[in-house]
C-alpha cells in the first residue's frame, strides 16, 4: 500500500462519522507554509523554552541552552539525513547529489538523537559542564519535539500503519474513492511521548539522585513505545539486505541496554545525590562566598573575586565529576 496519501481525507471511526480534509500546507504571499514544517518549528520553539526554564536544576543556565541550539540543529539535521540515506541508498544511487534534496523529505528521528548528542558532547567539553547532567535535560526537549512533531505526519498522511479494523483505526479516503483503514502510528506515538514527558517530569522533580539518570529513562521509555510502534508502519528503513527493521532493532538496543544501567545504578552503585553536578556548583559557589575566614575584611576580596567565580565553579565541578560523568557516558555512547 502506499505510504504517504496527502490528498485523502481522514476519519477515525471511533470518534463519529465525520471527516476532514486539511491541506499539507498555504500560501503566504509567494511562500508555501507546509504544516509539517510549522508543527516542528513549534515544538523546537516549546523544547527550547521549557529546557531554558528548567536549565538551573540541572546546574544550566539558559543562555548554555540557546548556545547549544547553534551547534545542534545543524549537526541534527545532518545526522538524521545521513541516518536515512544510508538506509534508503537505493533511492539515491542513480542521483546522489539528491541526498542534499533535504527538503523532499527523509529524515530519521534516531539520526537526530545523535546529532544532538554529538553537538552537546563537544559544546560540554567546551565549557566544562556535564555531559550526563545537560542530557538529562534536553531529554524533555525530544520528548515535546516527538509529541508534537508526530502530527506533522498526520497533516501529510504519512507515517501510518497496516490496514486494519482495530476499534481506533484510522480511515484515508483518496479522492478516487479508495479506502484505507490503518493504524494511527503517528497518534500511538505522540500519546506514549506524551505520558513519558508528563511521568518524567514530575518524577525528576523530587526522585533524580544522579547525572544521567533521566535520560536513560527517556531511551528506556522511548526505545520501548518505538520497539511496538515501529512493527507497525509501513514506511520503515531495513537493515540491508535483511527484513530487519533500523529503528525498531535500535529501539530494542537502546531499551535493553539502557534498563540494564538503571537497574545497576538503583541495586548496585546506589548514588549519592550529593555528587549531581548542581549540587556541586551550589557547594562551590557556597564555599565561594562564604571565603575561608568569614570575616568582614575577606568581604571586599570576595565581591572582587566574582568575575571569576562562575568559571571557578564550573572547574571544580567538572574535576570532582569527571569519574562520574566517565561511568555514566560510557553507558550511554555504548547505547546510541
Given at each position: 500500500?502506499?505510504?504517504?496519501?496527502p490528498d485523502a481525507s481522514i476519519s477515525f471511526p471511533m470518534l463519529g462519522n465525520w471527516s476532514i480534509d486539511p491541506p499539507t500546507y498555504f500560501k503566504l504571499g509567494p511562500l508555501n507554509i507546509h504544516f509539517y514544517g510549522l508543527i516542528i518549528a513549534t515544538g523546537f520553539l516549546l523544547a527550547v523554552l521549557y529546557c531554558a526554564k528548567r536549565s538551573t536544576e540541572?546546574?544550566?543556565?539558559?543562555?548554555?541552552?540557546?548556545?547549544?541550539?547553534?551547534?545542534?540543529?545543524p549537526m541534527a539535521v545532518i545526522c538524521s539525513r545521513i541516518y536515512y540515506c544510508a538506509f534508503h541508498w537505493e533511492?539515491?544511487?542513480?542521483?546522489?547529489?539528491?541526498?542534499?534534496?533535504?527538503?523532499?523529505?527523509g529524515l530519521g528521528m534516531y539520526g537526530v538523537i545523535a546529532g544532538a548528542i554529538l553537538a552537546l558532547v563537544i559544546y560540554c567539553r567546551w565549557k566544562k559542564l556535564s555531559i550526563p547532567a545537560f542530557l538529562d535535560m534536553?531529554?524533555?526537549?525530544?520528548?515535546?519535539?516527538?509529541?508534537?512533531?508526530?502530527w506533522g505526519n498526520f497533516m501529510n498522511r504519512e507515517a501510518f500503519g497496516y490496514e486494519t479494523d482495530i476499534f481506533c483505526r484510522?480511515?484515508?479516503?483518496?479522492?478516487?474513492?479508495?479506502?484505507?483503514?490503518v493504524h494511527p502510528t503517528f497518534l500511538y506515538e505522540s500519546v506514549w511521548n506524551l505520558i513519558g514527558f508528563t511521568f518524567m517530569h514530575f518524577y525528576s522533580k523530587k526522585h533524580r539522585t544522579y547525572d544521567g539518570q533521566m535520560f536513560l529513562i527517556y531511551l528506556a521509555w522511548y526505545g520501548f513505545g518505538r520497539m511496538f510502534i515501529e512493527g507497525l508502519r509501513t514506511d520503515?528503513?531495513?537493515?540491508?539486505?535483511?527484513?530487519?527493521?533500523?529503528?525498531?532493532?535500535?529501539?530494542?538496543?537502546?531499551f535493553v541496554a539502557s534498563v540494564?544501567?538503571?537497574?545497576?545504578?538503583?541495586?548496585?552503585?546506589?548514588?549519592?545525590?550529593?555528587n549531581m553536578f548542581v549540587n556541586r556548583q551550589k557547594a562551590a559557589k557556597t564555599a565561594i562566598v562564604e571565603g575561608p575566614a568569614g570575616t568582614a575584611e575577606d568581604g571586599?576580596?570576595?565581591?572582587?573575586?566574582?568575575?571569576?567565580?562562575?568559571?571557578?565553579?564550573?572547574?571544580?565541578?567538572?574535576?570532582g565529576t569527571k569519574e562520574e560523568i566517565k561511568e555514566d557516558t560510557e553507558g550511554k555512547d555504548s547505547d546510541e
Open positions: 500500500m502506499p505510504q504517504s496519501l540541572f546546574g544550566m543556565t539558559s543562555d548554555n541552552v540557546f548556545d547549544v541550539i547553534i551547534l545542534g540543529v533511492t539515491y544511487r542513480e542521483n546522489p547529489i539528491s541526498v542534499l534534496y533535504i527538503w523532499e523529505g534536553v531529554c524533555f526537549g525530544f520528548l515535546i519535539g516527538q509529541t508534537l512533531g508526530r484510522m480511515v484515508l479516503t483518496t479522492p478516487s474513492g479508495r479506502v484505507y483503514s520503515s528503513l531495513y537493515l540491508w539486505g535483511t527484513s530487519i527493521r533500523v529503528s525498531q532493532l535500535v529501539s530494542a538496543i537502546l540494564t544501567i538503571l537497574l545497576y545504578n538503583r541495586f548496585k552503585r546506589h548514588p549519592d545525590p550529593e571586599g576580596s570576595n565581591r572582587d573575586d566574582s568575575d571569576n567565580a562562575e568559571e571557578e565553579i564550573g572547574e571544580e565541578a567538572e574535576e
